[in-house]
């Protein structure tokens, strides 16, 4: 337990027995009040200072000025009328408890999103004079050999250059299963080397690596507020005023009508009123409770390896009615392979060489195929200049000659007919100085989850599902086939994606959400346009995660499915929450108002009210099972 929580127990119990022991104590007169003001002060003094400091900033109405208002007026009353202190004490304290029970709470659930997103690396092992010396991670540079022993976090992400091993990715992705890592294998920050020493070779620097990425979208996710928090602060702020008039009404009204028709106006009955009308209108479930819920389903996502970037788009996920996807990378495992090979006016074994020199400064996954097929090392000095046409393919100089290697526009481009035909596959053609030479058919393979995970986005009530793909209308048909996807568009620009993004958008209502799933670089545009852009984190590009309102650290397609549900769970907590407490409150106020209840109710209504709030709101970190 923290040092505050600490403090405030001790004052509860200090209290309470103070209080206890003063029934045993029989008092009278001005004494008594001295006497039960000690355990009114212990217990309360927080209260009437914060009071007080929220008058003198003209930040007046809060829950504070309430209770304030509300015991001190009971202790006047006690003073005046009977000499009962008891309940205006018994009110601070419950009231006391009800924040302890808050902080302790929220407090836990901090903790325990704390404990999960605690992967930043204290150090990196960089080798020097033959001995390893531990440096701040910040100050290692871009190609910096590091060592990481088994047991230690990866500290920046880096490709493997020496060494086998396994990898705990737990905390990045929410998967228990470890993850064999070999020479040439890419790895990310975050993850726990398991078994074997790896050597690595940085590829970014420590701010722009995985983890810091991750720590970053966690520190800054609540600041990005949903609508319905926006919509309980403005509520707070009109409410809490309006309850203050209305006790003030309550307290002098009665007593005035009272005087009018000439009756005794009972002062002391209605004001006791009015103050257990201030107490039971404290609006704490509500205030604390909504964001609390919010910041559970954040880190309940979290936990499976979804990072949502803000409130605003967990709600947003939630109403959720179209999901697009990219298709290579996305629904697809981004690893191509050359399957044929067609060459017209060279070998075979030419024709790709040509192509992997022309592709050699690509990070495409295409491009990966073509210099994986041609299995040689690059002769990257008879390679000059190198241009890519967006959307198309690439025209490089190699030994001299200019090469394009693309796609049929390209080829339409530069004056050469291909013909039609209808591979399995992506027809990948290749011309060298304006002449046809030919073209290799590379395939993508489906993610073993993508049909699942269409199939369960339409259980889940996705009323439609739509692929947008550059690859041609008869591969992208095919696969949408397979898949199960509603609608599919194929060979297209990232501009036209953008288009058919803001196309569907004016299409739907404005509670019908389109999401879009992406990965690559060509995909930030369309991820920044869509109303929840969904990016791939494992193998998505730093511009597809950076433009991305939710990043998927696994690359698993169900687990948008589980977005969407636990954005549901969450919203209806939060709605829970909400008709709960105005409902109890509404309640509460009316039956004070008649004089039925008396603050003792008035105390439920608020602090008991908040717990089961409280309690209720904690439920959207369990989401395993969804």
């Known amino acids: 337990m923290a040092k505050k929580q600490r403090k405030m127990l001790l004052r509860i119990i200090a209290s309470s027995a103070m209080m206890i022991g003063l029934f045993f104590i029989p008092t009278e007169g001005i004494l008594r009040f001295f006497i039960y003001l000690i355990p009114y002060l212990i217990i309360g003094y927080d209260i009437l200072i914060k009071a007080a400091k929220g008058i003198w900033r003209r930040q007046v109405f809060d829950e504070n000025f309430l209770m304030a208002v509300a015991t001190v007026g009971a202790m006047i009353i006690g003073v005046v009328d009977n000499g009962d202190y008891v309940e205006a004490i018994a009110v601070m304290l419950f009231y006391q408890i009800g924040e302890l029970f808050q902080s302790y709470a929220v407090g836990k659930s901090r903790r325990s999103i704390s404990a999960l997103m605690d992967i930043r690396p204290d150090y990196a092992n960089v080798e020097k004079d033959g001995k390893l010396a531990e440096v701040d991670p910040d100050e290692v540079e871009i190609g910096t050999v590091i060592v990481v022993n088994p047991g230690e976090r990866v500290p920046i992400d880096g490709v493997v250059i020496q060494g086998e091993s396994s990898l705990n990715t737990a905390a990045l992705t929410g998967e228990s ?35 810091s990425k991750i720590l970053d979208l966690v520190e800054n996710a609540s600041s990005r507020k949903s609508k319905s928090e926006n919509f309980i602060s403005k509520f707070a702020r009109i ?82 009615g179209c999901v697009v996807f990219d298709k290579t990378g996305t629904l697809t495992c981004g690893v191509f392979e050359v399957t044929e090979i067609h060459a017209s006016s060279m070998s075979e074994s030419r024709l790709i060489e040509w192509a992997s020199l022309a592709e050699s400064a690509s990070s495409h996954p295409i491009s990966k195929s073509i210099r994986k097929a041609y299995d040689k090392d690059i002769d990257r000095e008879r390679v000059g200049s190198i241009k890519e046409v967006c959307g198309k393919g690439v025209a490089a100089e190699v030994d001299g000659a200019l090469v394009h290697v693309g796609n049929a526009r390209l080829m339409k481009e530069i004056g050469i007919d291909v013909g039609t035909r209808q591979p399995i596959g992506t027809e990948v053609h290749v011309a060298i100085d304006g002449k046809y030479a030919g073209y290799m058919v590379i395939a993508d393979v489906l993610k073993p989850n993508s049909k699942h995970a269409v199939l369960a986005l339409v259980h889940a009530g996705v009323k439609s599902t739509v692929m947008l793909t550059g690859d041609s209308k008869a591969v992208a048909e095919r696969a949408a086939k397979e898949l199960g996807i509603d609608e599919v568009y194929s060979e297209l620009l990232p501009s036209d994606k953008v288009d058919m993004v803001e196309a569907l958008i004016k299409k739907r209502r404005s509670d019908c959400k389109v999401a879009f799933v992406g990965d690559g670089i060509n995909d930030a545009p369309v991820l920044s346009r869509a109303d929840i852009g969904i990016a791939m984190g494992a193998m998505g590009s730093d511009a597809a995660i950076e433009a991305a309102d939710v990043v998927l650290m696994d690359d698993d397609p169900m687990k948008i499915v589980k977005a969407i549900k636990i954005s549901r769970k969450c919203l209806g907590i939060v709605y829970q929450n909400i008709v709960f407490a105005i409902a109890v409150k509404l309640l509460a106020l009316i039956l004070v108002a008649f004089g039925i209840a008396n603050m003792w109710i008035a105390v439920f209504a608020d602090v008991g009210v908040a717990i089961i709030a409280i309690l209720n709101a904690i439920r959207a970190m369990f989401v395993k099972k969804l």
């Open 177 to 211: 299963l470890p993850r064999d890592v070999v020479v040439g294998d890419e790895i990310i920050s975050g993850c726990i080397n398991m078994t074997g020493v790896l050597k690595v070779r940085t590829t970014k620097e420590f701010g722009e690596s995985t983890v």
């Open 239 to 320: 409410y809490t005023p309006a309850v203050c008039a209305s006790a003030l009404a309550l307290a002098i009204i009665p007593p005035v009508v009272s005087i009018v028709i000439g009756t005794t106006p009972m002062w002391s009955v209605w004001i006791y009123r009015a103050l257990s009308f201030l107490v039971a209108s404290c609006p704490c479930a509500l205030v604390v409770s909504i964001p609390l819920s919010f910041f559970c389903g954040l880190g309940g996502a979290g936990k499976t390896g979804i990072l949502i970037k803000g409130s605003n788009y967990l709600e947003a996920l939630s109403k959720t």
